[in-house]
T-cell receptor
Framework: KNEVEQSPQNLTAQEGEFITINCSYS?????LHWLQQHPGGGIVSLFM???GKKKHGRLIATINIQEKHSSLHITASHPRDSAVYIC????????????FGSGTQLTVLP | GAVVSQHPSRVICKSGTSVKIECRSL??????MFWYRQFPKQSLMLMAT?????????EQGVEKDKFLINHASLTLSTLTVTSAHPEDSSFYIC???????????FGSGTRLTVV
């Protein structure tokens, strides 16, 4: 069992829909990251959070430490949001390595 | 914001040659740099962790003599794929850890094709 599990694996939505991607982890973490990878391969760090909720534009990330669960929400989705969204956890150890989820391929149709 | 510049973005090389990939942190000091490999439709696989001024720590199964990592300064880390073979064709990407935090910035990646 992967230490970081994401769902769904694939998600297709119509423009304007509210989107939720879920992430569960089974290890002790120092921080939880949401990353966005575009078709060209480049990766952008969207959020880093260790508690509560963060918002940036139409993106919202939440984390529940007790339940070891995080969600990424996209409001008023747009075709340009189409990308792979990756949940990653920084372990509690000193190495600060990231453990990645398998990613969610999001396609937003016009 | 923190930017990591990765070059080249795309390289095609002949089998048996070596290829160097550079990752440079432009506006911050990267005490730790991670190198990843990614196959199509798969997640990132950590190859090695490099700390400035010390030898890189390689993950199990990654040949250190084939994937040479140098992190000679706080702003530059390089990955050299030596004697490349077609099976080394992949997407390679680096990420830099901001000193004193858990924040990461990723390079734009290098698509290596060995023919």
């Amino acid at each position: 069992k992967n230490e970081v599990e994401q769902s769904p694996q694939n998600l297709t939505a119509q423009e304007g829909e509210f989107i939720t991607i879920n992430c569960s982890y089974s290890v002790g973490i120092s921080a939880l990251h949401w990353l966005q990878q575009h078709p060209g391969g480049g990766i952008v760090s969207l959020f880093m959070l260790s508690s509560g909720k963060k918002k940036h534009g139409r993106l919202i990330a939440t984390i529940n430490i007790q339940e070891k669960h995080s969600s990424l929400h996209i409001t008023a989705s747009h075709p340009r949001d189409s990308a792979v969204y990756i949940c990653a956890a920084t372990n509690s150890g000193s190495a600060r390595q990231l453990t990645f989820g398998s990613g969610t391929q999001l396609t937003v149709l016009p | 914001g923190a930017v990591v510049s990765q070059h080249p973005s795309r390289v095609i090389c002949k089998s048996g040659t070596s290829v160097k990939i550079e990752c440079r942190s432009l506006d911050f000091q990267a005490t730790t740099m991670f190198w990843y490999r990614q196959f199509p439709k798969q997640s990132l696989m950590l190859m090695a962790t490099s700390n400035e001024g010390s030898k890189a720590t390689y993950e199990q199964g990654v040949e250190k003599d084939k994937f040479l990592i140098n992190h000679a300064s706080l702003t530059l880390s390089t990955l050299t794929v030596t004697s490349a073979h077609p099976e080394d064709s992949s997407f390679y990407i680096c990420s830099a850890l901001w000193a004193g935090t858990y924040g990461y910035t990723f390079g734009s990646g290098t698509r290596l094709t060995v023919v």
